[in-house]
């Protein structure tokens, strides 16, 4: 069965600095999407980026970087020079093999302090 | 990019009535939308998977009688709550997506039920 963990529930970070928000996944399947995506308060559901298991290279959106390591199983954001509007709720997801269905992680808090 | 609606935004309601929250594709035809439920502070739950023209896949433990989907068209999906109670009080998030491109759902902006 597919799996995702986030084991961060919130983290701080100094406006301007970079953050790694943590996400690990498990699956039997050799072929599977990984997402993150950001939630503010309001709740809407942004996507930010994402990686497929057979890209070759990490996958970069602007400020954001998923540092993929196949073997570890692990799928972390990194967010470079952060933002006051960075302060959000972060969700690490993952599609498995070629259907729809995707499972969330608990998800973790992000503070930006100025 | 695409976007994708919802109506209402918010609904309160009192407990025994049925609510209908309205899921639209705005500029794209979504073969395929999902229905997640989302508690404070708690991570996203997929409740059921809906194709256009078909019955909708429900997640375990989910009760299809209470919540109806119907996927009539390509751009609109709508989760009924059924003599809802307090305990449905929920934040219900739509997203959709398309065959051709499984790498993105696009969500709508949510709704929020509290049952009175």
Not at chain 2, 60 to 86: M, R, Y
Request: charged share 20%; aromatic share 12%.
């Amino acid at each position: 069965a597919q799996k995702i963990t986030q084991t961060q529930p919130g983290m701080f970070v100094q406006e301007k600095e970079a953050v790694t928000l943590d996400c690990t996944y498990d699956t039997s399947d050799p072929s599977y999407g990984l997402f993150w995506y950001k939630q503010p308060s309001s709740g809407e559901m942004i996507f930010l980026i994402y990686q497929g298991s057979y890209d070759q290279q990490n996958a970069t959106e602007g400020r954001y970087s998923l540092n993929f390591q196949k073997a570890r199983k692990s799928a972390n954001l990194v967010i470079s020079a952060s933002q006051l509007g960075d302060s959000a709720m972060y969700f690490c997801a993952m599609r498995e093999g070629r259907g729809f269905k995707t499972i969330f992680g608990a998800g973790t808090r992000l503070f930006v302090k100025a | 990019g695409a976007v994708v609606s919802q109506h209402p935004s918010w609904v309160i309601c009192k407990s025994g009535t049925s609510v209908k929250i309205e899921c639209r594709s705005l500029d794209f035809q979504a073969t395929t939308m999902f229905w997640y439920r989302q508690f404070p502070k708690q991570s996203l739950m997929l409740m059921a998977t809906s194709n256009e023209g078909s019955k909708a896949t429900y997640e375990q433990g989910v009760e299809k009688d209470k919540f109806l989907i119907n996927h009539a068209s390509l751009t609109l999906s709508t989760l009924t709550v059924t003599s809802a109670h307090p305990e449905d009080s929920s934040f219900y998030i739509c997203s959709a997506s398309w065959e051709g491109n499984k790498d993105t759902q696009y969500f709508g902006p949510g709704t929020r039920l509290t049952v009175l």
